[in-house]
């Protein structure tokens, strides 16, 4: 019997990643590491990138604060959460 848990214990894959690994993974997925940015793909998708944080980051809409002037921050959720919008902005 003990054997066997011994075989189990072992050989059982890890059933929780750490926190670091989670968060290099998220990191490395959002910041292309490891990518050609000389490929076509890659140049056009930063500049897609380039155009939507300078948009995101004009005077007057990203605010000293850290908010964005157009989201209501006391907002109730709903489906179309403007909250939700300044995460995803963040990861602009």
Do not use: C
């Amino acid at each position: 019997m003990k054997r066997i848990v011994l075989i189990l214990v072992l050989f059982a894959p890890p059933v929780y990643a750490s926190l670091d690994s989670v968060r290099q993974n998220f990191v490395n997925y959002y910041s292309a590491a490891g990518a050609d940015r000389d490929a076509g793909r890659m140049r056009d998708a930063l500049a897609a990138l380039e155009t939507s944080a300078l948009a995101y980051s004009t005077p007057g809409y990203l605010l000293s604060d850290g908010s964005w002037s157009d989201i209501n921050y006391s907002d109730t959720p709903t489906g179309s959460w403007s909250p939700w919008d300044h995460f995803r902005r963040l990861t602009v």
